[in-house]
């Protein structure tokens, strides 16, 4: 695959527009999965590479001299795994799976002539899995347990051109075993079903975390993975065969959690910021009304809270998790074409671990509409299927804005072409 994306870009955090800058990004990707006759043994390799190159000669973005930056990040990935055949007993059902994976990543920044020594990631892992299935009683289980071990090389870097390097505080080298649990409970098979998980694992640090970008994001090269625990419990019921509900409860914990903080007027910094907690409620329900098109429904209640030591923050709600997100959609077919509809919503939150009332970001609603066409047979260009997606986002122009993943880029037009 290949993705170009030519835009501008916004100002720092607090309000700057940058109508002379400009930001192009180039991204590839090779995928290749090989399995054998019985795909009991599968090997998959990928490839990624990133260029992103930000012109600003009037320095209306950031605090760094005039001219063009210029990011570069690399990934090659391989995934080895096999899985046995069911072996049966006493009423049951046993599968094995195991596997190994390995990743390296490559970042190297630039600005005119200054440039960065050449960071580099290397994550290895194992991992083994069984499923337990007892047919008779309609219980599943489902453990396993995964092994990973991260090490980054991050050469020294003065914090100002000219004055000494400063290397790591420690090496950044983490090892963390991932156990899981999942049991699913068919109490009426087709009809209710009952599914409990848990599980724990680990975050590291994006890019864009640990080294940020001139967009009024500081980096922070101290940062260390996220330690995460979930659990959840879901019902499902199937009251008819063309709708479906679902309920469930989660909660998660995170160990030295990552938020981002605003570290001065027009910058924000992510740190670790000790113990955060989140749990909720989720309702979702799932319809197909025949020739009146299918339709879907969720709401999220959530609670999410800072549980780390400092006596400051301790208790308050974190940052750009809003207590409630709710989502409508609805599509129907009118010939060879699918119209769709969809509502999304978020409700306020803060911008800051104090939760001053003054900085919040305000609720907001998008709304997207989308139609496409599929030609199938002699019509579909000598393939067996071609798809035709047109989808109008953000029909409202909302462009709300906070650090977490807006400003909305605004009324947007989208169109596809799928071949097969």
Not at 286 to 306: H, S
């Amino acid at each position: 695959g290949a993705f170009r994306r030519d835009a501008g870009r916004p100002g720092p955090v607090g309000g700057f527009e940058s109508p002379h800058a400009a930001s192009r990004l180039d991204r590839y990707d090779l995928h290749l999965a090989l399995f054998d006759r019985g795909e009991a043994v599968s090997l998959d390799l990928d490839a990624r590479r990133s260029d992103e190159r930000l012109r600003d000669e009037a320095m209306e973005v950031g605090w760094d001299p005039a001219g063009t930056t210029d990011s570069r990040s690399e990934h090659l990935g391989g995934r080895l795994s096999w899985r046995s055949d069911d072996a049966r007993m006493a009423g049951s059902r046993c599968s094995v799976r195991l596997g190994a994976e390995w990743r390296r990543q490559w970042f190297a920044w630039r600005h005119q002539e200054l440039e960065d020594p050449l960071r580099t990631r290397t994550t290895v892992g194992a991992f083994a899995g069984l499923d337990l299935v007892w047919p008779d009683a309609g219980l599943t289980f489902l453990p396993s347990w995964r092994w990973q071990r991260l090490e980054d090389d991050f050469p020294p870097l003065p914090p100002w051109p000219g004055l000494p390097e400063e290397p790591l505080d420690e090496p950044h080298v983490h090892e963390s075993p991932s156990p899981a649990l999942g049991i699913i409970w068919d109490a009426l098979p087709g009809e209710l079903r009952f599914e409990t998980h848990w599980a724990g694992s680990y975050r590291a640090p994006t890019w864009i975390e640990l080294f940020g970008h001139r967009g009024g994001v500081n980096g922070n090269r101290e940062l260390f993975p996220e330690r995460i625990t979930t659990r959840d419990i879901a019902v499902f019921w199937r009251p008819s065969a063309s709708a479906c509900l679902r309920l469930a409860w989660f909660a998660t914990d995170v160990d030295d959690g990552i938020l981002w903080v605003r570290n001065s007027q027009f910058t924000s910094q992510a740190n670790n910021c000790g113990r955060l907690h989140a749990s909720g409620l989720e309702v979702e329900f799932v319809a197909d009304g025949g020739g009146f098109g299918r339709g879907w429904a969720n709401l999220t209640v959530q609670d999410a809270e800072d549980r780390g030591d400092d006596p400051i923050y301790a208790g308050k709600a974190l940052p750009y998790l809003p207590e409630l997100e709710a989502a409508l959609g609805w599509e129907i077919d009118v010939g060879a074409w699918t119209w769709g509809l969809r509502w999304l919503h978020e409700a306020d939150s803060h911008r800051d671990r104090y939760n001053s009332e003054m900085d919040r970001t305000p609720a907001r609603s998008l709304y997207h509409l989308s139609f496409s066409h599929v030609w199938r047979g002699e019509h579909a260009l000598g393939g067996d299927q071609t798809r035709l997606t047109c989808e109008l986002l953000n029909l409202t122009d909302d462009d709300t804005y906070d650090v977490e993943g807006y400003p909305l880029p605004g009324r947007t037009c989208r169109v596809s072409l799928i071949f097969h």
